[in-house]
């Protein structure tokens, strides 16, 4: 087990590698000058010179790439020049800001969709079933800032009840950081509450038209314990899947939610950091991206390894 | 099987909730109270009215109601008795990076630092002409080299962690100006002409120039040649730029990138306190969230309005709309191509319903038509000189064309931007121009290719014509320096390529006068002789958008996008 996952760390290493690979020559290949992005267009050449030297940027593309690569190694992830900070403390600065939201938003996707999924399971093809179905799909397919708006313009605008924006600070009390949690945690929630929604009930619907299903009500076991306890771990599985995925998707969805919110994360940092042509930084972000996104499928495989020994092997 | 109710009841909650919300959307508009009524009485109150007339009234089709043209608007009554205290929370869509005066860069840092740090001169409330602020009164030798200025006595630092309330002195100007030309990045103080500062007592230091400088004293009420303390700089460091200290009315308390920059008052300030008991710069960058917040009472002065969220904002009466400090405008290739002459620009010019053109481009009235590249209310804005814009007239334009020798028209490019505004501009240009023969191939780009190909192309035939805006302050050295001098031909601002040996000399005279009349002497023949070349169609004042919440008083909101807080006119309170 312990050297299953150890070899599933490993494989990951050549991934990050291509994903550094990729992101050096995406933000390469963005029009503008840096140098430019900081100083202003007004600055004069020389003051643009002295900063390209200074960042670098004078030097050909496989040194930048070089240079960049053994800072990567020895932990330097570089200097943000428009935050003015080094990039790795302002990016774990911002984790737990985005984890946070991105947590909420899953426990209560999960919770939700589950429920709705095995409820609409076992009521299929009920008035329910379709009415859930239907807004599940809804959820899918609506776009998260325009959900955004609607929610802050009823409950903020019109009821007053939670606040438009902003993250809360603990100092005021645990009420103010649930009432800013609300809103942009229930907007991410929409798309993996949907998805599971989705995914839990066509999993229930498969365990429990099954076999043994049939055999334990047969034997008089109470429904209840029929669904909850034996059907549900049986259809654990697919859904142990989306919600990897959908954690990984989450995490790197959270950038329109914060966007709209003012949610100081990751999100917000990636947004400035492309406006400012802050390369660094931007493979920084992308980099803790993906590092979030190879950890979650690792943690899915391992999950998937745990609930079905039969995976093992493969 | 109740559990099963419970969560069913839940659900059908929170669906009902959307659903209610869904409706919400379209009935915003019913709650219309007078946005149009405050913003047009705060215009009406200012004195400069009389002056841009002929400009404000010019399109009658443009919804600008409660839109002016004035370089400052007053919001909120001025003469009630204002009530102390409260946090004054104002948004801006991004974060300011470093607040450092020699490092700063964007609007955004300029608005945290002109309420914590204070410069020699200011703006005055109208925002025409400078005045002195912590300096008292200043003369200027005959020749222009030196400026002998004597600063007040009363000032002190705030305290920091290297000065603890320090009375500001003639070295702390010498060390700030001194530090603002050798290390900004950008050029401040007139760098090029401005030496060195020579301290005579601590209340008066001379000005050494190399050369004559007009805009000079004008510069030095730009935030970036604030006074500063030397021990608080060279103490902190590169973290100064987070720690600044100055001497004006607010300190700066708390920065959290991309979540709020928090100013406290200052108590030991040395002119009037201000009566809220702090700022808070919040970051939203939706414009749309920052209107639900203007509502909901979280966020007090709402900034850099956009898109629908501007008619959310008249809707809601919270709208307020100021002339910006820049000028919006397409500019021709002077040098080569079929621009470089002159009969097709003026035929060009012609083709175009500039009055009908900008009500189209800016839908929710956030623009005004502009006729010179020059801000309207600038002291060398001359009104009359609009009349040498040619008025719409496609079959003067044809007949010009033919006369030009291209009667069946030509091919040629426009190079902009890729946002809406820009977009929309290009498309009503090729209607015109289409009209008259003229085929426009529109170039959009990020602004980022933009600068990397617009700049140097009148030096060949690709880039015919290219639009963009410029922003500076009322000086018209600002503006008109940067068209239409050769020196800056390799630069965006004379991507044209315009360059005359008669314009330099008239640039370089306006530039070196030091009285305002003189200069304006100087500035009115080089605009007349401007609007006689048709360089380009200089068509809009985009206006600054603003939210802002009733109970908010005596606060300016001025063309470059600055909230006055406290000032020596206004002092911002808010309605408990």
């Known amino acids: 087990m312990v050297k299953m996952i150890l070899k599933r760390f490993l494989q990951t290493i050549p991934t ?34 002295a900063m390209r030297a200074e960042m670098n940027l004078d030097k050909s593309l496989p040194e930048q790439y070089m240079l960049y690569l053994q800072g990567l190694v020895q932990g330097d992830f ?39 999924g095995i409820v609409a399971a076992i009521k299929q ?19 998260i800032f325009w959900m955004a708006l609607m929610l802050v313009l009823q409950f903020s605008v019109r009821m007053g009840l939670l606040p438009v924006m902003g993250m809360g600070d603990i100092k005021n009390g645990i009420g103010d950081v ?61 859904l142990v899947t989306v919600l990897g995925l959908q954690l990984a998707h989450t995490f790197t969805g959270a950038i329109i939610t914060e966007g709209i919110f003012s949610w100081p994360g990751m999100g917000t940092m990636i947004n400035t950091a492309i406006n400012n042509r802050d390369y660094s930084l931007i493979q920084g972000t992308v980099l803790f991206s993906a590092i979030m996104f190879v950890f979650c499928n690792m943690l899915v495989d391992v999950a998937y390894m745990l609930l079905n020994p039969k995976v093992k092997g493969a | 099987m109740r559990k099963r109710k419970i969560t069913a009841l839940l659900l059908a909650g929170l669906m009902a909730g959307m659903t209610l919300t869904g409706c919400g959307s379209s009935g915003g508009a019913d709650s219309t109270t007078g946005a149009g009524t405050t913003a047009a009485d705060a215009a009406g109150d200012t004195s400069a009215a009389a002056e841009t007339d002929g400009v404000g009234g010019m399109s009658p089709d443009a919804s600008v109601e409660g839109q002016s043209l004035e370089g400052t608007v007053k919001i909120g009554v001025t003469d009630a008795e204002p009530v102390e205290g409260g946090t004054l929370v104002i948004s801006m ?31 005055n409330e109208d925002y ?37 309330g320090r009375k500001m002195t003639a070295e702390d100007v010498k060390y700030s100006l001194e530090r603002s ?24 230091v001379i000005i050494h120039m190399t050369a004559p400088a007009g805009p000079f004293i004008s510069e030095l009420a730009e935030i970036g040649t604030a006074i500063v303390p030397k021990e608080e700089v060279e103490g902190w460091g590169d973290d100064f730029a987070s720690h600044i200290v100055g001497t004006g009315p607010f300190t700066l308390e708390e920065i959290v990138t991309d979540e709020h920059v928090v100013l406290a008052k200052n108590e030991n300030y040395w002119g009037t306190k201000p009566h809220v008991d702090g700022i808070e710069f919040r970051i939203v960058s939706d414009s ?79 623009a005004t038509r502009a006729y010179q590249p020059l801000t309207a209310y600038s002291w060398a804005y001359n009104a009359s000189y609009n009349d040498l814009v040619p008025s719409y007239d496609p079959e003067g334009a044809k007949a010009l064309l033919a006369e030009a020798g291209y009667p069946d028209g030509f091919t040629m490019s426009l190079y902009i931007g890729s946002t809406t505004y820009r977009e929309r501009m290009a498309q009503m240009l090729q209607y015109y121009w289409g009209e008259i023969g003229v085929t426009l191939d529109i170039h959009s780009s990020a602004m980022a290719e933009w600068s990397a190909t617009v700049p140097d192309s009148w030096q060949d035939d690709v880039v015919n014509s290219y639009g963009v805006s410029w922003n500076s302050d009322p000086d018209p050295y600002g503006f008109v320096d940067k068209f239409f001098n050769t020196q800056t031909i390799h630069a965006s601002s004379n991507a044209g390529g315009y360059t005359d040996e008669e314009m330099d000399k008239l640039l370089v005279e306006g530039f070196s006068l030091t009285d305002q009349e003189e200069r304006k002497a100087i500035y009115d023949q080089i605009m007349e002789k401007v609007m006689n070349e048709y360089t380009g169609i200089y068509y809009a004042y985009e206006c600054r958008n603003w939210a802002v919440s009733p109970k908010v008083h005596d606060a300016r909101l001025r063309a470059d996008n600055q909230v006055l807080v406290a000032t020596s006119f206004n002092n911002v309170w808010l309605e408990p």
């Open chain 1, 16 to 49: 990050l590698l291509i994903v550094v690979t990729i992101t050096f020559c995406l933000t390469r290949m963005l029009p503008g000058d840096p140098a430019v992005a900081i100083l202003g267009v007004e600055a004069s050449a020389e003051d643009i010179a």
């Open chain 1, 78 to 116: 570089g200097y943000s020049y428009s935050y003015r900070e080094d990039v790795l403390p302002l990016v774990l600065a911002r984790i737990p800001n985005t984890l946070s939201l991105t947590l909420v938003a899953l426990v209560f996707a999960t919770i939700v969709g589950t429920t709705v």
């Open chain 1, 125 to 143: 093809n009920t008035l329910f079933d379709y009415f859930f179905m239907v807004l599940a799909l809804i959820g899918v397919s609506m776009p």
């Open chain 1, 178 to 238: 649930i009432s800013h949690l609300l809103l942009p945690g229930f907007c991410l929630a929409t798309t993996p509450m949907a998805t599971f929604a989705r995914t839990t009930r066509s999993s229930m619907i498969e365990t429990l038209s099954s076999d043994y299903i049939r055999c334990l009500r047969a034997r008089g076991v109470r429904e209840w314990k029929v669904i909850g306890m034996h059907g549900l771990k049986n259809a654990l599985p697919p």
């Open chain 2, 93 to 123: 869509p991004s974060s300011p990076l470093t607040l450092d005066p020699v490092d700063y860069t964007t609007v955004y840092e300029s608005h945290v630092m002109s309420n914590v740090m204070e410069t020699l001169f200011t703006w």
């Open chain 2, 128 to 164: 025409t002409d400078v005045e002195p602020w912590l300096a008292t009164d200043y003369t200027v030798s005959d020749d222009g080299l030196s400026y002998t200025v004597n600063l007040r006595d009363d000032v002190y630092f705030q305290d920091g962690q290297y000065v603890q």
């Open chain 2, 181 to 204: 030309k050798e290390e900004s990045a950008t050029d401040r103080v007139c760098r090029d002409f401005f030496d060195y500062v020579e301290v005579v007592s601590d209340t008066q």
């Open chain 2, 288 to 366: 749309n969230q920052a209107i639900n917040a203007v509502e909901t009472g979280e966020v007090d002065i709402a900034m850099y309005l956009q898109g629908e969220a501007i008619q959310r904002a008249k809707d809601a009466g919270l709208l307020y709309q100021t002339a910006s400090s820049a000028i919006t405008y397409i500019r021709f290739n002077l040098q080569n191509g079929p621009t470089a002459d002159p009969k097709v620009r003026q035929a060009l010019t012609m083709a175009v319903d500039i009055d009908a053109m900008v009500p189209g481009i800016y839908q929710y009235g956030e």
